[in-house]
């Protein structure tokens, strides 16, 4: 049996001063509420015959009879007082007291659970984890309208955090960084899914003129020759692809010096070996615990000239990134101490502005495949890379701007700091990749 009770309060109104009273009487019910006990009030309309006077009813919902008689002891007559004064005689009310026996709730109106975490749902999501409060089986329209939407509505959260990222730099992270995050992708949510779209094209495109089919039918992209210590390999076969390769690549060089007007000679000692095989000279002493492995990796490159190496090293690249970026974003907090920043702070611009240069290269890799296909004025899609590129330092700067708040000196002194430390954490995460590419292949 519950303790709690209504308190009704049903008052007649004449014509005159209904509408003055129902501005009135909210605030009055909020000066009642304010008053110890009170739990919550409903203000409702009776319906009346026509002709007869309007009907309003208060009903309150107070904790125990307590509270009732503490109200109408103390504040009460004070507010009936005042209503008094306001509209005299033009208001009559009556007032009860109802005490609840028992609290029965239909099972029609008991709020469903969530299927997730069991948590009752009183809207479209349970506010425990956000899940949708109708969940089902989705048939095969539903899907490809859910897909349809995401990415052709213009207003999807893809296309309005692509827009933010690609043409206001820092402004996506500014907004991350507010708290505004139901309107856009997640950063490495963002990151990852362009990041997988610029690998997974790269697969995809011309690698370029100088890829070679070798006798096996794969793919080289770098053909390479490796000389081991005691153990040089013979030179490449003279109309073999490496060879042929390499020979146009010198011939293209050499070319383009003499147009710049460099002499013969000077030529000839900035290209040389160019025209045969590409060699890489290992005969220094290969020492400590890696010299082995890393011989035999050697020769298994040399095997297919590079074919496998290019392939593995393709695959573990974006992993690498997943360590150089938190790296970055470490080495950024150092430069950034006065205001303090936090640490995530950093690694979301890092995240964003990656994931620009995704995007970016994603364009760069587009034009250049169309670039190779012979048409008038295909020389703008070369001005354009150009451009695109130059315009990457330029976003970063713009970024750093915009998140750190900074004037352009201490944010180009930082930016150039920052680039620095940057290519060479960069060279060294590569490398490391590379090495242990080289000695993991099969």
Not at 29 to 36: G, Q
Not at 57 to 81: F, G, H, M, P, V
Not at 356 to 366: K, Y
């Amino acid at each position: 049996m519950s303790s709690k009770l209504i308190y009704e309060v049903e008052c007649e109104l004449d014509p005159d001063i209904v509408a003055d009273y129902d501005a009135w009487l909210p605030g009055h019910v909020r000066d009642v509420l304010a008053c110890a006990g009170f739990l919550g009030a409903t203000i409702g309309v009776l319906e009346t015959p026509a002709g007869e006077r309007q009907r309003r009813s208060i009903r309150y919902q107070l904790e125990n009879a307590a509270a009732l008689d503490q109200y109408l002891e103390s504040k009460a007559t004070q507010l009936r007082t005042e209503t008094a004064e306001r509209f005299g005689g033009r208001v009559h009310c009556k007032r009860r007291v109802i005490k609840p026996r028992v609290e029965l709730v239909p099972a029609a109106l008991e709020p469903p659970r969530c299927l997730n975490c069991g948590a009752p749902v009183t809207g479209r999501h349970c506010a425990e984890c956000g899940q949708a409060g109708d969940v089902h089986v989705l048939s095969m329209r539903e899907v490809a309208g859910d897909i349809t939407h995401s990415l052709l509505h213009l207003d999807s959260r893809v296309w309005r955090t692509l827009k933010l990222l690609v043409l206001r730099p820092g402004e996506l992270t500014r907004e991350f960084i507010a708290g505004r995050h139901q309107a856009y992708l997640p950063p490495f949510r963002l990151y990852l899914a362009v990041s997988i779209l610029f690998f997974a094209l790269s697969a995809l495109l011309p690698h370029g003129e100088f890829a070679e089919v070798n006798d096996e039918g794969e793919t080289v992209v770098a053909p390479v020759t490796l000389k081991l210590p005691g153990n040089a390999p013979e030179a490449a076969p003279a109309g073999s692809a490496p060879d042929r390769a390499a020979a146009e690549l010198g011939e293209d060089v050499r070319k383009e010096l003499a147009k710049a007007g460099v002499d013969p000679a000077v030529i000839s000692k900035m290209t040389p070996g160019l025209g045969s095989s590409c060699d890489i000279d290992l005969t220094l002493p290969l020492i400590g615990p890696i010299g082995e492995p890393l011989s035999r990796a050697c020769e298994k490159i040399t095997a297919d000239g590079g074919a496998r190496l290019f392939e593995r090293f393709t695959d573990t690249a974006p992993r690498l990134m997943f360590v150089f970026l938190p790296l970055m974003a470490a080495v950024a907090l150092l430069f950034y101490r006065h205001p303090r920043r936090f640490y995530a702070e950093h690694l979301v611009l890092f995240l964003h502005n990656h994931a620009f240069m995704f995007v970016l290269l994603t364009a760069t890799g587009t034009l250049n495949a169309v670039a190779t296909i012979q048409l008038p004025l295909i020389g703008v899609l070369n001005l354009l890379n150009f451009l695109l590129f130059a315009y990457l330092p330029y976003y970063v700067f713009g970024s750093m701007r915009v998140v750190y708040g900074e004037d352009r000196l201490k944010t180009a002194t930082k930016f150039t700091a920052l680039a620095a430390i940057y290519f060479v954490l960069l060279s060294a995460t590569m490398l490391a990749g590379l090495v242990y590419t080289a000695l993991v292949l099969p």
